[in-house]
């Protein structure tokens, strides 16, 4: 019998050390924007404030919490000795290159927190979490542990969820989570498929692979990924990444593609063998026929995906269609605008459009589906996680304020090595695992 499912979606909460340190080549947003003052109050309200639109729109809306940034302990394994104080100044005199890595708040860019197949999917119908390794730059490989202690402190019942430890982290099984993977269903309580789309072949250095920006996914991450959560060959669809999208800046697929019920949106560059991704899918979806929405290079160039995050929006149902809720960038650029006007006076899946404002994380590369993490449930499954992360009027007047006392309205570079800020952090942090019920979940509480 099909469960009534939702979708529910966590954000992740903008850390206090949000900060522009152009640590990610291949993501043009964040090379453009090095070195600019951030504002990480700014960027922590305009998230809450996307999150409080969704849940007042009736979606499950919950929020992952910030990671404890700088991290000390990955400095002290890198040889930096001392107090807290003097790992900081060793750090900053010697490699502040390290240390805005150790600083960085990219765990807020929840899409990349995890791969998630829900039960209606896997072998043993339970909901399936592996945090990504994101062995491609360093400053996000240091994420996954914490991100796997705040799932199991959300998804505690093992009778419903299986949690997997990251991937290897080597680039042969670089993995960034749902930003690379897409599911297809007729309904979320019906089993769907899932789509994982990789940049590179690792073990096969003749297969195609971009020249100029690094492939950050691999074939091999993505079907280890599908046989630990238990797919059948008819759950899953594997398909490259056209290499010429990653040299344009399409460093995860989820800036060029989204999908969501029956519904693919995708930009005609997105995939190097879009016939066949389409057969595939068409083929093994059931109980609906596949919506396949695709831009062409006319109606919207690739420079003018990249720049407005068209595909990086959130594709929603909605009681008559779907909503696709686009970053305030889409409005920029007049292809991109031009594109949303038509697209929904036609008659396809995309009903409506709403825009967000994520400014803030933008200019990092991060726009409304970057923020979040998508994890069908159903009813029985809803009830048994942990309820302190789900959005309510309460919870977002609380964060807000939570926000407001502790999270500065500047941070550049040299503010990185300022020990105040290390035990603003950790203050924040402590208080705010009290408010969402999580326990102790970072190294500093353990
Ligand atoms: O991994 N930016 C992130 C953006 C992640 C976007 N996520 C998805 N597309 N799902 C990244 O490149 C920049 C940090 C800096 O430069 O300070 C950064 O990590």
Known sequence: MVKHAVEANLDGLVGPTHNYAGLSWGNVASKSNV?????????????LAKMKQLADRGYVQGVLPPHERPHLPTLRALGFTGNDRQVLEQAASTDPSILAAVSSASAMWTANAATVSPSADTKDHRVHFTPANLSAKFH????????????????????YFAHHPALPSVSHFGDEGAANHTRLCSRYGEPGVELFVYGQIAFNEQAPAPVKYPARQTLEASRAIARLHGLSDRHAVFAQQNPAAIDAGVFHNDVIAVGNGNCLFYHELAFLEEDRVLAELSDRLTGAALEAVRVSANEVPIEDAVASYLFNSQLLNTPDGMLLAVPGECREVPSVSRYLDQLVKGDGPITSVEVFDVKQSMRNGGGPA??????????????????????????????????NAHYRSELDQQDLADPMLLEEVRKALDEL???LGLGSIYDFQL
Not at 375 to 391: F, T
Request: hydrophobic share 45%.
């Open 370 to 403: 970057c923020l979040r993490l998508r994890v069908v449930l159903n009813d029985e499954e809803l009830h048994a996680i942990n309820r302190g992360v789900i959005l309510t009027d309460a919870l977002y007047d609380r964060l807000v304020t939570w926000v």
């Open 140 to 159: 996000r490989s240091i994420e996954h542990r914490v991100t796997g202690r705040a799932l199991k402190a959300i998804f505690t019942d093992e009778s």
């Open 433 to 435: 695992t009290g408010i």
């Open 35 to 47: 070195n600019s003052v951030a504002n990480p109050r700014e960027a922590a309200l305009q998230g």
